[in-house]
């Protein structure tokens, strides 16, 4: 049944970095996430959002198609090899164009650049859902999870501990800009060359031993070690990334309450196995499910 629903009071722009996001806003997001749960309505009645993708997408193409139907609005999917994002058009056209057809303009890129250009010249709201350097819709998502996990009540994660094994990439990046606005915790355990080069300044901490990262965690997290478009690096990371699977040995080390987490797509058997993916502690479906409920309180914030 579809329920009226109060227009949230929106200052947030695009969604490009969680490091462009304040505490507030993240919160305004994340309480609208909350509000919209399993609720349908009309608030994005006559909105459309074109979505580009540049690489390919299973959770987070449908979680925004559908977080709009749900909205009351619709969403149209764009293929980079239908658009030419920078190829068959400038982006800056490109961005004109859309700007003053639809409401809201989605794009997984590789660049992060190309994300700003659209922003900077369609004058509608952009929202990342990936790039080569963040993924900060992932962690909404993740937040969520853990929040329904830790603090159902009250929504507090303050002083949790993520630990993060493996590549320090887009989705590391976004986890520690969006643990530092949380007061989260986050230690990364990474090989020698494949660290977060940054985690630094989100206030996270770097170690080498995946074990040392995981003995006092409530989460443990890892991602794929070989991202769309390192590809060609696959056997040289492989090889890197020895001794950093989220396996049952590593899981023997964490404190007994820590879940798993995955932003998926999982290579199983490689960064973590059958046994983690599908035992206990996993929480990887949900967290793929909460993209849907992250993606509805987003666009409620962004575009109504
Ligand atoms: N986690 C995630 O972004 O999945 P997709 O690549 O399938 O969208
Ligand atoms: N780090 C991965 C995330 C996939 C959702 C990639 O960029 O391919």
Known sequence: ???????????IKNFLS???INSDQLRLILDKVFELHGRQCDLLA???LAMIFEKPSLRTRVSFEQA????????IVIRQDEVGLGKREAISDVARVLGGMVHGIAARVFDHNVLVQLAEFSGIPVINMLCDDEHPAQALADVMTLMQEFSPDHHDLACRKLAWIGDGNNVAR???QISKLLGMKMMLASPAGYELTDAAQWGATQVRDPKQAVADADAVVTDTFVSMGQEAEKAKRLEAFRGYQVNDELLAAAPKHAVVLHCLPAYRGVEITDSVMDGPRSRVFREAHNRLHAQKGLLAVLLS
Do not use: R, V
């Open 1 to 11: 049944m579809s329920e009226k629903i109060k227009n949230p009071q929106s200052k």
């Open 18 to 20: 969680l490091s462009q």
């Open 46 to 48: 006559g909105k459309t």
């Open 68 to 75: 709009m139907y749900e909205l009351g609005g619709q969403a």
């Open 174 to 176: 976004s986890l520690a």
